[in-house]
Antibody
Framework: QVQLVESGGGVVQPGGSLRLSCVAS????????MYWVRQAPGKGLEWVAF????????DFAESVKGRFTISRDNSKNTLYLQMNSLKIGDTAVYYC??????????????WGQGALVTVSS | DIQMTQSPSTLSASVGDRVTITCRAS??????LAWYQHKPGKSPNLLIY???SLESGVPSRFSGSGSGTEFTLTISSLQPDDFATYYC?????????FGGGTKVEIK
């Protein structure tokens, strides 16, 4: 059974940094594009970031561009989200999500359990 | 960016009701649309992809239709397990934006 397990969430002050990790198992991680999606308290889902299966292409929501970076280590089946210059508005549950198709899918068939990031002074 | 607008934002319905949720895109996305079900404290669950294709394991009471800019998700006979929030998502172009969600509540 495909599993995505996030870690690294926590409480951080505005302006601080945090790195989320997502360890994948039971599928060939290196074949699939991966994503981060977040949900702020009481709000809907927001697409945050994308990385191509081989790391060759990345994209970000405007709300996080220049502050967040996405990376992956295919040898460790792990996806990362480095979050810098955090703002109160970044407070959310962050999900990693697997593309449903190997290359050029864009929708998500498996999601992690979510990691809570709280930005507060 | 493509904006996705769902309606209604909240829907009150009874078990056995037929429920329809609408999603509109700000520009044509062909059929590059997915629907998800999301319950509190859980991860979202894929229901429909490519506007009308049912994900494996999803009950047949769920169906999707539409193309271009107008899409619908229909639940033919609402079951107790279906009370949740539903999101559409376009994957025609980055960012793959979500609609604002439709919360289906017990009437």
């Amino acid at each position: 059974q495909v599993q995505l397990v996030e870690s690294g969430g926590g409480v951080v002050q505005p302006g601080g940094s945090l790195r989320l990790s997502c360890v994948a198992s039971e599928f060939t991680f290196s074949r699939f594009d991966m994503y981060w999606v977040r949900q702020a308290p009481g709000k809907g889902l927001e697409w945050v970031a994308f990385i191509r299966n081989d790391g060759s292409n990345k994209d970000f929501a405007e709300s996080v561009k220049g502050r967040f970076t996405i990376s992956r280590d295919n040898s460790k089946n792990t996806l990362y989200l480095q979050m810098n210059s955090l703002k109160i508005g970044d407070t959310a549950v962050y999900y990693c999500a697997k593309d449903a198709l190997p290359r050029f899918g864009g929708y998500f068939d498996y999601w992690g359990q979510g990691a809570l990031v709280t930005v507060s002074s | 960016d493509i904006q996705m607008t769902q309606s209604p934002s909240t829907l009150s319905a009874s078990v056995g009701d037929r429920v329809t949720i609408t999603c509109r895109a700000s520009q044509s996305i062909s059929t590059w649309l997915a629907w998800y079900q999301h319950k509190p404290g859980k991860s979202p669950n894929l229901l429909i992809y490519k506007a009308s294709s049912l994900e494996s394991g999803v009950p047949s009471r769920f169906s999707g239709s539409g193309s271009g800019t107008e899409f619908t998700l229909t639940i033919s006979s609402l079951q107790p397990d279906d009370f949740a929030t539903y999101y559409c998502q376009q994957y025609n172009s980055h960012p793959h934006t979500f609609g604002g969600g439709t919360k289906v509540e017990i009437k």
